[in-house]
């Protein structure tokens, strides 16, 4: 026996795949803030897609003769300076708010992970380039370069979260760069190194699945904070343009007739906080969990 030698032990296994969104959903069912936040950011979600099924008023026409009528029957949430029905344009606006937030996230998201990862895993030269161009961006508060962008290129839908995604990509890029840099430290890359695993596969089979957790829970709270600041682009009419329905939009036009109709300020307002309330609450319950330093505090 002892001439057909050792058995070599296995390589340490890397905690990707099925694995890995399993324990996202663990963590969900653990932590009651995420569930709370998914719950209602989900209810949101369905909500704002069922909006074009629902029988609503047109929340673009105008109809004077009930302009700033008070919640009735007819208008639950009452109407604006123009008659357009608030309910209606309070859900109408969930949708331009999600898309704009959602999308902003995504493509911030996209632009940090190619960031993040060159800093993280390209070597020095790469690093220090990376990192000083989100230096630079990051110089800029998100609301005041969305503000600056906005100024140049106009305001819509679209430059709005071109904005938000152009001054928000550095804190994902930053983020995911932390993660990659201790991922990479990690036994199972080490041994794929050894075992004659090239640069990009391990990168691309290791270092990245185990590296994006962070990033769930920022993309989270990223999603609220495009929200508030499409809200606040489109109070100053720098965002959505009349007459398409913002939370922003409605909540600067509500200012003018605060006196005649207070109750204009309350829909929107609500709106607002409620969904972001809802992804910062998911964001943060998912940050919680997957920050080792409060997770050795938990269990200490």
Known sequence: MDNLGTIPAPLPASPRGPAFFSGIRRQANENRLVAVGAAIALAIII??????LLPLADP?????????????AAHL??????????????LWASRTSLTVGITAS????????????AAGYGGRVADAA?????DAFLSFPVILGAIAFMAVFGPGIRNVFMAIAFFGWPVFARVFRSSVLSVREQSYVSASK??????????????????????IAYAAMSVAGAILIESGLSFINLGIQ??????????????????????????????ITITTMAFFLMGTGLSRKTDPRIQGRAHS
């Not at 995504?106 to 990862?117: K, Q, R, T």
């Not at 695993?197 to 089979?205: A, E, L, M, N, V």
């Open 60 to 72: 673009l026409k105008p109809d004077y003769e009930v302009g700033l009528s008070a919640p009735s």
């Open 242 to 271: 009349r007459p398409y329905p913002s939370w922003g939009l409605m909540l600067g036009e509500a200012m003018g007739q605060i006196d005649q109709a207070p109750w204009l300020l309350i829909a929107p307002g609500a709106a």
């Open 47 to 52: 909500m704002a897609a069922l909006v074009p």
């Open 77 to 90: 949430l009452g109407t604006d300076l123009h008659g357009r029905d608030q309910l209606s344009r309070v």
């Open 194 to 215: 050894g075992v004659g695993g090239g640069s990009f596969y391990i990168f691309r089979r290791h270092v990245l699945p185990n590296s994006v957790q962070p990033l």
């Open 106 to 117: 995504l493509v911030a998201l996209i632009i940090g992970l190619v960031m993040g990862g």
């Open 130 to 134: 990376a990192m000083r161009i989100a």
